[in-house]
């Protein structure tokens, strides 16, 4: 695979993409969408997202969080790119996010510059730095928020100009998913970040409580395009969601029974997956729906 594929882990960038379908789908659904607004935020998201993978490749290399890796190969570790090159490339990705940005700052104001700047700033602060956010247990939180009411919601008020509690609560759903990838990802790698000092939640409080973790979000997923339609009392479909945890079942099992590195992986790739659809269906739901 090329080495630059690799490095920005496309796996994952459903978490990247997904919260930015949804926001559009329910701008859409309201006769609000705008086109323009949404590609800056399908950018940015994406290149934040690319960034923060690169970046953490570079720092966790730094850290020896990678020394004894069994996932997929990280490039910086591996030698397949120079490390100042992976570093540059990380930072100009930032760069060009905050770039993007500006556009959706001058048309939805300065609220939008505190969040593109928070979001910058944890992705870069996530490896990086004396006391990382990833090494002291605090990525599921900064996950949920950033890839799920955050971004959704950010997604929705730079289309329409508004925000309400249902756009809010739906932003829920792709943050708890992508909080399941980060599962899945710290329970293939608690060995590894145990003996580098990375103190993810799994490295902390150990296998089972990540594969409960791993479970919640799968079931709080599914619990919330039903709280969303007894909201607004409209858009019935969005309900179809949530049948997703229910197809992830042989992931699930995959979850709670294997220690196999390459089976994890497989599961992390799977719910990444199992978000897209998620999102697909969801935003079909209330677009398709609406009364």
């Known amino acids: 695979m090329n080495p630059w594929i690799l490095a920005i882990r496309p796996k994952t960038l459903a978490a990247g993409i997904t919260p930015v379908i949804i926001g559009s789908a329910i701008a859409y659904g309201d006769g609000l969408f705008h086109l323009p607004s949404a590609l800056a935020c399908l950018t940015g998201a994406l290149l934040i997202q690319i960034a923060t993978n690169l970046s953490n490749d570079y720092f966790d290399f730094k850290k020896g969080a990678d020394a004894n890796r069994i996932g997929p190969a990280r490039v910086t570790q591996a030698g397949l790119i120079k490390s100042q090159l992976v570093l540059f490339t990380a930072l100009l990705a930032f760069v060009l996010a905050g770039l993007i940005s500006l556009y959706l700052i001058d048309r939805a104001g300065m609220s939008i510059a505190i969040i593109a700047a928070a979001a910058i700033i944890s992705g870069l602060l996530y490896t990086a730095g004396p006391r990382p956010l990833g090494y002291l247990g605090l990525g599921e939180l900064f996950v949920f928020i950033f890839f799920g009411p955050v971004a959704v919601g950010a997604t929705y008020f730079v289309q329409t100009l508004d925000l309400n509690w249902a756009v809010v609560i739906a932003g829920f759903a792709p943050g708890f998913l992508s909080c399941a990838i980060l599962a899945v990802n710290n329970l293939r790698d608690i060995d590894g970040d145990r003996r580098a000092g990375k103190m993810t939640l799994a490295v902390r409080w150990g296998r089972s409580f990540a594969i409960s ?27 179809l969601a949530a049948v997703v945890s229910f197809l992830a079942i042989p992931t699930i099992r995959t979850v709670m029974t294997t220690l196999d590195p390459h089976a994890l992986t497989h599961a992390l790739a799977q719910t990444s997956r199992w978000l897209f659809l998620y999102s697909i269906i969801f935003s079909l739901g209330w677009i398709l729906c609406s009364r």
């Not at 479970?215 to 395009?225: E, G, I, Q």
């Open 213 to 239: 973790e791993y479970l919640f979000c799968l079931m709080a997923a599914s619990f919330v395009p039903v709280l969303v339609f007894l909201i607004t009392a409209d858009h019935e479909g969005i309900i």
